[in-house]
């Protein structure tokens, strides 16, 4: 990743390095250690195994701790992330073994080993980082014993970690940890006990290089059974755009063309000639929608998570969002939502003007608020549930209060400055045809030609495209896969874009034939449903 970051502009990598979307941990820093220097190991979180988007801090439960316990300062995307680093009782120094050494001896009540029992009882799992390198490990386990009653279970805690690291000269390279199932704790009954914990380190030389030390967390996606997958995915997306294509083509050369030579042919005729289908509202085919403000904000709206969505995968495909860069992706998000709130209000407000809308200073609110709006609720209602359940993912106040500042100092600006540019720069909307005076009346449709089957079906064929990838990244999101293959990712994306301008054009003109000139909301609630 350093390799492809250093081959990016100057100016592109000084504005990245600038918001911190680059960050300087794991291998985009070369840390050189001496013998027997300590080397800072972080503990970061605790939580269900089978349940990952919910985590603890670590010292939630009543683990050995550090007086008092220090917080690493961490970056907005690591917040943002739910990443809660803090000082590790456990003192890895470099090249320095170490056997069963203790950490601390502690007396556990009643109350924190049904804590720990509970934990144990949900597959917990631990997550700290040495030298930015992750390291996960269970707390303990469940001995079933053949058993199916949950009351014959017994429960045991693991008390020795045992840390495996690799170096290459004064690098570290790989840490991996292991329990030890000869030392462990019986805390099946509600009874106070003592406990030592203990650690052990054992270091190893690798020929590894340092700039190649993360790819062992990228190869999972990379494996040959998953690469034929995500190539079957792309397979099943060009056959998709093929049919869609070739759909397409029938319909506008065989009817189309004939409704063109049909006109055409006979001059003198062409007007006592009854007009059908799509020819009969061709006067009502632009006259303006209801709700035209709304319209507009949500084309702004759309315009700019179209353009946030370009930017992302350009910084992916440079390389930027390598595993574990903690919050580089949150980061980035954040920052280039910030810096494309003008395109926002440039292409609402331009849009509003040139259906003759008057007041566009309401229309620039309108856009303003449409996302950020329901967003912040959303924000509002799981932020008090992780505050109240006590989850990494809880925002403290003071990330809470650079969000706004950001929303208030960036967004908000640049938003108004793109508003103004669209109004100083709108262009009056010529339409090809004439618009009547007054709307044609509609005839009765059937059910199937009504909005939401006619979303229904405008949305299975995009789906079909993309859903083997959309499995992954949700694997990726609320699970431990790691999604590294953006280049897939971004063909995908090229062709999820073909099939939903195919598909919509398709179900515009089938509205159209059916004599349904309304299809200003009807065309963005099919592509509202698409993405």
């Known amino acids: 990743m350093r390799r492809k970051a250093m081959g990016m502009a ?20 070369d ?5 027997n220097e300590v080397v800072p190991l972080y503990a970061n979180k ?20 550090p007086a008092p316990v220090k917080d690493k300062w961490e970056a907005l995307g690591e917040v943002l992330n739910g990443d809660r680093l803090v000082d590790a009782p456990y003192k890895l120094e470099f090249r320095a073994d170490h056997d069963s050494t203790s950490v601390c001896k502690k007396h556990l009540t009643k109350e924190e080993v049904a804590r720990f029992r ?21 707390i303990g386990k469940v001995d079933k014993d053949g058993g199916t009653d949950p009351r014959e279970y017994k429960y045991f805690l693991y008390r020795h970690i045992m840390f495996e690291v690799f ?48 790819e062992k967390y990228s190869q999972s996606s990379s494996l040959p059974q998953h690469l034929e997958i995500h190539w079957f995915s792309i397979v099943n997306s060009c056959v998709t755009v093929l049919l869609l294509t070739g759909f397409l083509a029938t319909i506008l050369m065989r009817v189309l063309k004939n409704d063109f030579v049909k006109y055409d042919h006979d001059e003198e005729t062409r007007d006592d000639q009854e007009e059908t289908g ?79 809308g008057s007041d566009w200073v309401r229309n620039l609110l309108l856009t303003g608020f449409l996302f950020c709006g329901p967003l912040f609720l959303t924000f509002c209602f799981l932020n008090t549930v992780a505050i109240v359940y006590n989850a990494t993912a809880a925002l403290p106040f003071g990330t809470i209060l650079v969000i706004v500042l950001i929303w208030a100092l960036v967004t908000s600006p640049l938003l108004i400055l793109g508003g103004i540019a669209g109004r100083n720069r709108k262009r009056e909307f010529l339409a090809p045809c004439r618009t009547t005076k007054y709307p044609r009346e509609i005839p009765a449709l059937p ?55 195919f598909i919509t054009v398709a179900m515009t003109y089938f509205q159209l034939a059916a004599e349904d000139h309304e299809w200003w909301w009807r065309y963005a609630f099919n592509c509202f449903l698409i993405f």
């Open 118 to 138: 509970s934990a144990v009882d949900k597959e917990y799992y631990f997550q700290m980082y040495y030298d930015d390198l992750p390291v996960w490990g269970f």
């Open 10 to 29: 100057p100016a592109t990598l000084s504005l990245l390095l600038c918001f911190g979307i680059i960050g300087v941990s794991s291998d985009s820093s």
């Open 447 to 501: 059910w199937y030609r009504k909005t939401i089957p006619q979303m229904a079906m405008a949305g299975f064929l995009p789906f079909s495209a993309i859903y083997i990838e959309l499995y992954y990244i949700f694997a990726s999101v609320w699970g431990h896969r790691i999604y590294t293959i953006y280049s897939i990712l971004s063909v995908v994306f090229v062709i999820l874009l073909i099939v939903t301008a």
């Open 31 to 35: 840390h050189r250690y001496k013998p």
């Open 278 to 356: 799509w020819k009969y509202v061709h006067g009502d085919v632009f006259r303006f929608p209801n709700n035209k403000s709304l319209l507009a904000a949500c084309l702004g709206s759309g315009t700019q998570l179209f353009a946030l969505a370009i930017f992302v995968f350009a910084l992916a495909l440079v390389g930027v969002f390598y595993p574990y860069n903690r919050g580089a992706l949150f980061t980035a998000l954040m920052v280039i939502y910030a810096l494309t709130s003008g395109i926002a209000g440039y292409t609402a407000t331009s849009f509003y003007c040139q259906m003759e």
């Open 167 to 214: 170096h290459n000269n004064d690098n570290v390279i790989e840490i991996n940890a292991h329990t030890d199932t000869n030392s462990m704790v019986d805390i099946t009954e509600d009874k106070e006990i003592d406990v030592e914990f203990m650690y052990s380190v054992k270091w190893k030389e690798t020929v590894t290089p340092f700039e190649k030390r993360m």
């Open 46 to 65: 605790v939580g269900p195994f089978h349940n990952p988007s919910v985590t603890y801090r670590y010292f939630d439960l009543p683990f050995c701790s």
